[in-house]
């Protein structure tokens, strides 16, 4: 028997038991590695005589051939068989209800915050930013507050450091210094974020949301800032009509002052604002000081202009019916599902935020 004969008898025997995948792989080494039986059959051919060369050649071939396909078709058996045992193992039942999914809401405060932004960004306002750890002349001095001002005591502010000289902003004012100062009028902001006061009960928080409004231009003045407003409080909380009125008022920042008020009624227990006999107070504003654009060199003879603060907290809680403040900031899902929005169902008249 030649012994072309006999190794492939002898493999063929071996590739027709129950073998695993290593085994099947040593049998492949045995056969065609670098020196096994085929490989050095093959280094054989050119001692062969020239006459059985041929025979040899094709005969050694075919065996090869064959135990390749022998191996080729035992490897595919092996893992059709893990296959299919991982595909019983693991196999999904479709009868089965299908896994719950949650949804997660827009918080009503960065509702409020895109709302207020799209409707200002109507009227030519650009949003700026800033951070919140802030300088003491930015949040106090630059803005005009005395040195005597309560806003400055320990038991209003957190400072963070014992000179007083960086603290947590209490408003979102010094965006405007800091606008002014690295560019040129006219400026026409909004400055929406968080700021930090050392106060807490239903209708405060040490951490609340603002939104500061700058408008500085040539001509600017009180009937503009008037009709800022008024469009923007008609436009927020969906009405046609809104009595509002302006009382004098004091803020270190502007000159004259005022604070805001909207009338509301009481409708099956719930406030309507626009009209009635009652009045709300909603936000604070009035003419950009001198000394506050004095102190961030803007020229008075040519300019002068308007500002605003409004609590975004406070109008979120009137527009959608939130009676407590400290409900923002529990972090409670049961809550967040009731008065959140649906990212993929936003109301019809939301018209999204435009930077």
């Known amino acids: 028997m030649s012994d072309l004969k006999k190794i492939k008898e002898e493999f063929t025997q071996k590739l027709r038991e129950k073998l695993n995948l290593s085994e099947i792989n040593e049998i492949k080494s045995n056969l065609f590695g670098k020196n096994g039986l085929i490989s050095s059959q093959f280094k054989k051919i050119g001692s062969i005589h020239e006459n059985e060369k041929k025979k040899f050649a094709s005969d050694l071939n075919i065996v090869k051939i064959e135990l390749q396909d022998l191996i080729n078709n035992k490897i595919k058996k092996i893992q059709n068989l893990e296959i299919n045992e991982k595909l019983e193992k693991e196999k999904i039942d479709i009868t089965?209800?299908?896994?719950?999914?949650?949804?997660?809401?827009?918080?009503?405060?960065?509702?409020?915050?895109?709302?207020?932004?799209?409707?200002?960004?109507?009227?030519?306002?650009?949003?700026?930013?800033?951070?919140?750890?802030?300088?003491?002349?930015?949040?106090?001095?630059?803005?005009?507050?005395?040195?005597?001002?309560?806003?400055?005591?320990?038991?209003?502010?957190?400072?963070?450091?014992?000179?007083?000289?960086?603290?947590?902003?209490?408003?979102?004012?010094?965006?405007?210094?800091?606008?002014?100062?690295?560019?040129?009028?006219?400026?026409?902001?909004?400055?929406?974020?968080?700021?930090?006061?050392?106060?807490?009960?239903?209708?405060?928080?040490?951490?609340?949301?603002?939104?500061?409004?700058?408008?500085?231009?040539?001509?600017?003045?009180?009937?503009?800032?008037?009709?800022?407003?008024?469009?923007?409080?008609?436009?927020?909380?969906?009405?046609?009509?809104?009595?509002?009125?302006?009382?004098?008022?004091?803020?270190?920042?502007?000159?004259?002052?005022?604070?805001?008020?909207?009338?509301?009624?009481?409708k099956d227990g719930k406030i309507v604002i626009g009209e009635g006999d009652k009045w709300l107070e909603i936000l604070g504003c009035g003419m950009v000081h001198p000394n506050v654009l004095k102190n961030v060199k803007v020229d008075l003879a040519k300019f002068q202009g308007y500002a605003f603060g409004i609590g975004i907290d406070r109008l979120a809680m009137l527009k959608y019916g939130i009676n407590d403040l400290r409900a923002f900031f529990d972090c409670d899902y049961r809550w967040l599902n009731h008065f959140g929005f649906d990212p993929l169902d936003v109301p019809t008249n939301y018209r999204g935020l435009s930077r």
């Open 96 to 266: 089965l209800p299908e896994r719950s999914f949650v949804r997660g809401k827009i918080h009503p405060v960065s509702q409020t915050i895109d709302k207020i932004s799209s409707i200002f960004s109507e009227i030519g306002f650009s949003v700026e930013e800033g951070p919140d750890v802030e300088n003491e002349y930015n949040n106090f001095t630059a803005l005009n507050t005395p040195d005597n001002h309560p806003a400055r005591d320990m038991h209003d502010t957190f400072y963070l450091d014992e000179k007083k000289e960086r603290l947590l902003r209490t408003h979102t004012s010094p965006v405007q210094i800091r606008t002014m100062l690295k560019d040129k009028p006219p400026f026409k902001i909004i400055a929406p974020g968080r700021t930090y006061r050392s106060d807490s009960d239903q209708t405060h928080s040490p951490m609340f949301h603002q939104v500061e409004g700058l408008h500085i231009d040539k001509d600017v003045n009180m009937g503009h800032l008037k009709g800022c407003l008024n469009y923007f409080i008609k436009e927020f909380f969906e009405v046609k009509k809104i009595k509002i009125r302006f009382r004098p008022s004091h803020f270190p920042f502007t000159e004259p002052s005022a604070e805001v008020d909207i009338g509301y009624e009481i």
